[in-house]
């Protein structure tokens, strides 16, 4: 699933190619793609001229002009992107955005969990997933960090992947920012030192960093916004390294599950340790 540095390369590359740009005619192959009305929806987008890209959370928001904002959420193998002139939808692309000059962004989705939808900016602000969102991990600071995560019951690996919580990870980059800090994923987030918190906020900013600038990653299908893959599983430590050797200790590195999802950790750098 794209998560944050994914989405915000694609926003990034998104933008220079639609920005400026007016949406002159929309062809919905998949109406269910839409969340909501679909005609509504068609009727919403005819003629608005694109004005920013830019993502929340792993939300791509196209902002047009009206003002409405173009929702996508991308979920497991959803894809906005621009082909070049000349290449034909293919079987999973549900929608076809029309911008003129043979210019066009294709909404695909292989496993069809991903969704669109166009709201205005009262109806975005009272979405209740959108409300709900937790800060975004880059601009949060320590202090931030630590407010929000400290005392916390729950265990460490499930607070960082819950969107409420904090916005944007999901199971790479929560299992890559554990094993850069050192911290096993079932720890417990008030049992974390101070220590960890500072650590795993910091390690947690690098990874999102060094990911945005390798244009994301490109596990299962992800693709930017020219369709081109990221290269930032190169660098993955941990994430989907079951069984291979730790980077740092060459000890096996282990998986478990924490809230449905498997994590990758090491069993020796990432040991259970009790609060100092
Ligand atoms: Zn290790």
Redesign the pocket.
Known sequence: MPELPEVETIAAGLSPLVCGRTIRDIHLVYPRAVRGDDQEFQRRLQGRGISAVRRRAKLLILDLDGPLHLVFHLKMTGKVWVPQKGVQPGKHTHLILDLGDEVYVFFDDQRRFGYVTALTPLELESWDFYRNLGPEPLQATLQEFTGIIQGRKARIKSLLMDQKVIAGIGNIYADEALYMAGIHPCTRAVDLSVDQLSSLHHNLQQVLREAILAGGSSFRDYRNALGVAGLFQENFKVYGKKGLP?P??S?NLGSIRVSGRSSCF?P??QAEKSKS
Do not use: F, G
Request: aromatic share 0%; with cysteine; glycine share 0%.
């Open positions: 730790c740092e200790c000890t090491c020796r750098c």
